[in-house]
């Protein structure tokens, strides 16, 4: 809009200003009234310009400033008003115009020059000036509301964090409880885990593949507290590894599946597919539910509905349903290359 602002002020200046000023015999006043032309002149020019820089954006404030812009108004018709009433030729007499006259003063053909080059000039600079306001405060808006997503967006995250840290470490408690041979596999994956999560944590993006590692790497250490009732299965396929997605969003869906589909004495099975292909990137998660586990919406998945909305408006699809004992997720992300 800055450029656009430009070029219609040098079309006005170069083009719509002398065009307008010619309807008038200026040539005839120049050759006789030269100063009076070339002041007006610049008076037209300056206030075209104030309007623009100073007038208007001083309208939109308020206060002090606001009042400001109202007394350049007056002062500009003040100034106008000064330079149409300066005497530059006494008319001659008209025997017809005598009782006119009396009522009405006479308007010289100069001062209706200049009276209506003011008036184009204001309409014209606070036409292009509310035009450059309105789009410079729709900008300062989108920033602010772009700032406060992003301050969202972290709060999402500081959320999520300590909800995967905590789940975590209590299967790890129980993996040692029980000294299982698994506990130190599991320690190092947990240690790495945690490695991802300080790496990515100051991140607003990182490469997909790093976070469907981190998913592997996941659901290999739930796994290992798992029984032998509950089976896992996860895919993975990921034809474009220089795509990146929002750290922490994916897994949650994948940690919702173990939370709430296990059980230690009742069979189940986890399904968890990870597809990318052509920058669409598609999430599939299936798990039992169980009478009492409930899943529910809780709050790991409604922070993700909001970073989607936030991160991804209009290029996202996240489906969950319950079917046949099921819990369903789909979620569909249309990425950026």
């Given at each position: ?29 120049f050759h006789n009234f030269q100063w009076y032309v070339i002041s007006v002149g610049i008076w037209l020019y300056a206030l075209y310009f104030i309007n623009r820089l100073l007038t208007v954006p001083c309208l939109f404030a308020t206060g002090r400033r606001k009042a400001t812009g109202i007394i350049l108004i007056i002062l500009s018709l003040v100034i106008t008003a000064s330079l149409s009433r300066i005497t530059l030729y006494i008319p001659k007499p008209n025997v017809l115009d005598v009782g006119i006259a009396r ?235």
């Amino acid at each position: 809009m800055k450029n656009v602002a430009t070029y219609i002020d040098l079309a006005f200046c170069l083009a719509v200003l002398p065009v307008m000023a010619l309807i008038f015999p200026i040539e005839r006043w120049f050759h006789n009234f030269q100063w009076y032309v070339i002041s007006v002149g610049i008076w037209l020019y300056a206030l075209y310009f104030i309007n623009r820089l100073l007038t208007v954006p001083c309208l939109f404030a308020t206060g002090r400033r606001k009042a400001t812009g109202i007394i350049l108004i007056i002062l500009s018709l003040v100034i106008t008003a000064s330079l149409s009433r300066i005497t530059l030729y006494i008319p001659k007499p008209n025997v017809l115009d005598v009782g006119i006259a009396r009522v009405l003063p006479v308007v010289l053909p100069y001062q209706q020059a200049v009276w209506s080059l003011f008036m184009i000039v204001e309409a014209f600079s606070f036409a292009v000036g509310l035009l450059t306001e309105a789009a410079r405060q729709r900008t300062s808006r989108r920033a602010v509301e772009a700032e406060r997503d992003r301050a969202e967006i972290e709060l999402y995250k500081a959320q999520i964090k300590p909800h995967f840290m905590f789940n975590t470490l209590n299967s790890l408690y129980g993996l040692f409880l029980t000294q299982s041979p698994n506990a130190l596999p599991s320690l190092e994956k947990f240690i790495s885990m945690m490695r991802h999560i300080h790496t990515s944590s100051h991140c607003d993006f990182i490469p997909l593949a790093a976070e469907a590692e981190y998913i592997r790497q996941f659901v290999e250490i739930q796994s290992l507290r798992l029984s032998h009732t509950t089976k896992v299965s996860l895919t993975v396929e990921i034809a474009d590894e220089g795509l990146s997605v929002p750290p922490m969003l994916l897994v949650t869906f994948v940690e919702n599946c173990f939370k709430h589909g296990v059980s230690p004495v009742e069979p189940s099975t986890i399904s968890i597919s990870l597809i990318e292909r052509s920058a669409v990137l598609e999430l599939k998660t299936s798990n039992r539910i169980f009478p009492v586990k409930r899943i529910g919406e809780h709050m790991g998945i409604e922070n993700c509905r909001r970073r989607l909305r936030l991160l991804y408006p209009g290029r996202h699809e996240l489906s969950i349903r319950e079917e046949n004992d099921k819990y369903l997720v789909n979620l569909i992300i249309q990425l950026e290359k």
